[in-house]
């Protein structure tokens, strides 16, 4: 099945920095969603985006919804340990519609 | 918020045995379930699309007899694994949208191991 374009697929990074990420897409979707899964657990959503250049926020995390909706990043300011995990984007073309998941971004912490 | 409840968290079965996973949406009705198969270090692959009182939508690749779904209530879905072999041993989850609400909430998920 199609996969979405997800970057950089991990991260080693310190307490304390910024982290981007980014995914993309060859075709249009009408929702971009950002999710965070821990091991052994299903995802959790972390951001929605339904609108061609939202830029939403929720706390530390923001993402963006590409103009040309083949796109979106999510940035996550000041990590804590507790950002460790893999965040996934996926796309949706419309309600209720199946969601396509982005390769994956595996992000460490370290103190 | 809308939550799914996925059972069992964990199964180990024998090769040739069926196993049955099920999804319930708790506050809110399901009328589409997706179900998911996540192999190691790897992204969440859809198998299929169940919608209550009609047949499931497999993906592409995947055997409708092997992985059949009922989906005969808006809150629950079921994932029945037949004639299971190692190579099906995986990481399920399912998931479901609360029109109310938005966004696609997630089971748990299931890790199946065959041995």
């Known amino acids: 099945g199609q996969q979405l374009n997800q970057s950089p697929q991990s991260m080693f990074i310190q307490e304390g920095e910024d982290v981007s990420m980014n995914c993309t897409s060859s075709s249009i979707f009408n929702t971009w969603l950002w999710y965070k899964q821990d091991p052994g657990e299903g995802p959790v959503l972390l951001i929605a985006l339904y609108k061609a250049g939202e830029l939403t926020s929720n706390g530390r995390l923001t993402a963006q919804f590409g103009i040309t909706r083949k796109d979106s990043f999510l940035n996550i300011s000041a990590s804590i340990p507790s950002d460790v995990g893999i965040y996934f984007c996926a796309g949706s073309t419309g309600t209720a519609s199946k969601l396509t998941f982005g390769t994956g971004t595996r992000l460490q912490v370290t103190l | 918020g809308a939550v799914v409840s996925q059972h069992p968290s964990r199964v180990i079965c024998k090769s040739g045995t069926s196993v049955k996973i099920e999804c319930r949406s708790l506050?809110?009705?399901?009328?589409?379930m997706f179900w998911y198969r996540q192999f190691p270090k790897q992204s969440l692959m859809l198998m299929a699309t169940s919608n209550e009182g009609s047949k499931a939508t497999y993906e592409q690749g995947v055997e409708k007899d092997k992985f059949l779904i009922n989906h005969a209530s808006l809150t629950l879905s079921t994932l029945t694994v037949t004639s299971a072999h190692p190579e099906d041993s995986s990481f399920y989850i399912c998931?479901?949208?609360?029109?109310?609400?938005?966004?696609?909430?997630f089971g748990s998920g299931t890790r199946l191991t065959v041995v």
């Open positions: 506050d809110f009705q399901a009328t589409t």
């Open positions: 998931s479901s949208q609360d029109r109310g609400h938005g966004g696609y909430t």
